[in-house]
């Protein structure tokens, strides 16, 4: 059936009921009879419509979906701190913008390494059982005072911006990514995608909670 079709059923004029001008005294004895088969039937096409109407709905938004890419629903700017940066930089950055991952880029805004909370904080305060094992531990003024790059990952995952977000949403469902920095050529980070937008969009879909 073709979309014109689809539409002229839904939105088009009901078939007049077919029958005589002027009925004999069983015809209009069975009236109420035949008003109510009516009023069934009316029901039933309109429920059709509704259902028919909500999956052609639902088919142009997964259509829109597959056409989305990384770009299109990124956050930007995306808040990122340098390399010269200070653990105790990045930590004033993480608290202020209440973010949990943040990219490390050089000078040209490339990607070099990514931080969270738990990264910038003290390890003895992360395993307890490490400060109970050293008898040395660094005072924390002087351990704010390195570089983030001391403690940021440098292996880090990432998507680039043409990527089709299909493609990434596996990255969220199966590997326990929650935050992903976005790239264009050449690795200077553009946006960043988390996993509470991927979920804003597929809550998109009609019916969806």
Request: proline share 6%; with cysteine; hydrophobic share 40%.
């Amino acid at each position: 059936m073709s979309i014109s079709s689809v539409l002229h059923w839904c939105f088009g004029s009901q078939r007049q009921r077919i029958g005589p001008e002027h009925g004999s005294g069983d015809a209009a004895a069975h009236e109420p009879h035949a008003a109510a088969y009516d009023e069934y039937e009316g029901h039933e096409a309109h429920d059709r419509r509704r259902a028919l109407l909500d999956e052609l709905r639902r088919q142009a938004f997964l259509h829109d979906l597959m056409q989305l890419r990384c770009a299109d629903v990124m956050r930007k700017p995306p808040v990122t701190v340098s390399v010269d940066t200070t653990i105790g930089g990045a930590l004033r950055v993480l608290d202020a913008r209440h973010i949990k991952l943040l990219p490390v880029v050089d000078a040209e805004g490339r990607l070099k390494g990514v931080v969270t909370h738990v990264d910038l904080q003290p390890l003895e305060e992360v395993l307890p059982f490490l400060k109970l094992a050293s008898d040395v531990t660094v005072p924390e003024e002087e351990r704010r005072e390195r570089p983030v790059t001391t403690v940021m990952s440098a292996h880090v995952h990432y998507v680039e911006a043409d990527t089709p977000l299909t493609d990434v949403i596996p990255l969220f469902a199966k590997n326990g990514h929650h935050h992903l920095p976005v790239v264009e050529a050449g690795g200077r980070v553009i946006g960043m995608l988390t996993q509470a937008d991927i979920v804003k969009i597929m809550c998109g879909l009609p019916g969806a909670a």
